[in-house]
């Protein structure tokens, strides 16, 4: 089974100082892995994912993570965070060992950008 | 605009009832999942249905029920079984057999006992 592991639980930082949310997945054969993020009292949306190809990945408002396969991480970076970059942050990842065409989520990060 | 909604925002359960979460979408997916959200813990999928009139169990379904009538409707029972019920419920949907796709969430209902 695929599991995926958020290192952090909360990472607090300054106003334009860089930031790196750590996911690390388990799985013996090819995923697909997400980053999905979630404001206060709202649902989740997709920031960006790997597919294939390209092992970098980029978001429209800054985000960027690199997928490694030999240390089956996806790391999520932003070289300078807003405050209204605030927010929980969710890896999952879906592959062909998870049925029904359903992804499994990390336990998430909790993101607090202090000005 | 296309979307899914999810009512009430929030909702109080007394002891021994049962209550029902509703989710309507209208961008014409065939899958759509329940997740149950606790704070530290992620989401968990409670039930998902990839086509009308089937669903299967996620990883918690013990004390939970669905029903999948209709394409655009997937509404979450939570039974008087299930002993722990306060959590945020998050009903999401996507494409059908569609790796890779991303998910459609609504905002999400706040369960709580009373």
């Known amino acids: 089974a695929q599991s995926v592991t958020q290192l952090d639980s909360q990472v607090p930082v300054f106003e334009e100082a860089p930031v790196e949310l750590r996911c690390n997945y388990s799985?013996?054969?090819?995923?697909?892995l997400f980053w999905y993020v979630q404001y206060p009292n709202q649902g989740l949306q997709l920031l960006l994912k790997?597919?294939?190809?390209?092992?970098l990945v980029e978001s429209i408002n800054g985000f960027e993570a690199e997928f490694n396969k030999s240390q089956t991480s996806f790391h999520l970076r932003k070289p300078s965070v807003h405050i209204s970059d605030t927010a929980e942050y969710f890896c999952?990842?879906?592959?062909?060992?998870?049925?029904?065409?359903?992804?499994?989520f990390g336990e998430g990060t909790q993101l607090t950008v202090n000005p | 605009d296309g979307g899914i909604t999810q009512s009430p925002k929030y909702l109080f359960r007394k002891e021994g009832q049962n209550v029902t979460l509703s989710c309507e979408q209208n961008?014409?997916?065939?899958?759509m999942y329940w997740y149950r959200q606790d704070p530290g813990q992620g989401l968990r999928l409670i039930y998902y249905?990839?086509?009308?009139?089937?669903?299967q169990k996620g990883d918690i379904a013990e004390g939970y029920s669905v029903s999948r009538e209709k394409k655009e409707s997937f509404p979450l029972t939570v039974t008087s079984a299930q002993k722990n019920p306060t959590a945020f419920y998050l009903c999401?949907?996507?494409?059908?057999?569609?790796?890779?796709?991303?998910?459609?969430f609504g905002s999400g209902t706040q369960l709580s006992v009373l």
């Open positions: 999952a990842v879906e592959g062909p060992e998870t049925s029904g065409s359903r992804l499994t």
């Open positions: 799985s013996s054969v090819s995923v697909y």
């Open positions: 790997y597919l294939s190809g390209s092992t």
């Open positions: 961008l014409n997916h065939d899958a």
């Open positions: 249905s990839q086509i009308v009139n089937d669903f």
């Open positions: 999401a949907s996507r494409k059908q057999g569609a790796l890779g796709e991303k998910l459609f």
